[in-house]
């Protein structure tokens, strides 16, 4: 069954490349990303699970945790580790699970919809420290994904969280944001020191509150 937006992401304890591994207890108090990817040894994956890697100082920065995922065994992963390190600069820093009996896929709805095609396809959970669902993509088994769109979107709903604003189209960290429809000119007066723009009524244009 497909997980809500804001409802709370299932547990798993299953195999990866560190060991059991308690989903729960992985996160602690962190962000988390959970990623699947259809199969190991393939082109594009190997590209990902190399830049995902490389990511770990952005990771950190976030207070975020990384999980990958697919239904291939600890053996093949661990095999696939080698290559992945070898060919992508990058050796894998983060876990990735075995879910050889497709548990996890099934609980978080990862699985390909055709009935002949047992692997998972390219899904991303963000998932906050409450362990609520913050964001969930799909993408297409030829498509790698744009990590960079990931990190930008946990930026979003970081700030988010602390300030009463949201964030524009193609916003990135750094740049103008909108204060919510429900807070009233009065408070965004006191809440928003550096003042706004009010576009119109419902589009008030201020300076990132945490910068
Ligand atoms: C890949 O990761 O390269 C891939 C996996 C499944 C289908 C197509 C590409």
């Given at each position: ?125 963000i ?7 913050r964001l969930s993509l ?15 979107v ?58």
């Amino acid at each position: 069954m497909t997980i809500r937006l804001g409802s709370r992401v299932p547990n798993f304890q299953q195999d990866s490349t560190e060991g059991k591994l308690d989903f729960y207890e992985f996160l602690g108090d962190s962000w988390g990303i959970l990623f699947s990817h259809p199969a190991d040894f393939t082109p594009v994956c190997t590209t990902e699970l190399g830049v995902v890697a490389g990511l770990k100082g952005e990771w950190e920065k976030r207070n975020t945790k990384v999980v990958g995922l697919s239904v291939d065994p600890p053996d093949s992963h661990m095999d696939w580790a080698k290559d992945i390190e070898e060919t992508q600069g990058h050796a894998l820093n983060f876990p990735l699970v075995a879910d050889a009996d497709r548990s996890v896929s099934t609980a978080y709805d990862m699985l390909d919809g055709d009935e002949e095609v047992t692997a998972t396809v390219r899904s991303v959970f963000i998932i906050d420290p409450n362990k609520n669902l913050r964001l969930s993509l799909t993408y297409p088994p030829s498509t790698g994904r744009n990590f960079a769109e990931i990190l930008r979107v946990l930026d979003s709903l970081q700030l988010a969280d602390s300030h009463k604003v949201a964030t524009p189209a193609n916003w990135r960290d750094g740049e103008d944001v909108v204060i919510l429809p429900t807070v009233s000119d009065e408070d965004a007066d006191s809440m928003f020191p550096k003042g706004y723009e009010a576009v119109r009524p419902y589009l008030r244009v201020t300076p990132q509150p945490n910068k």
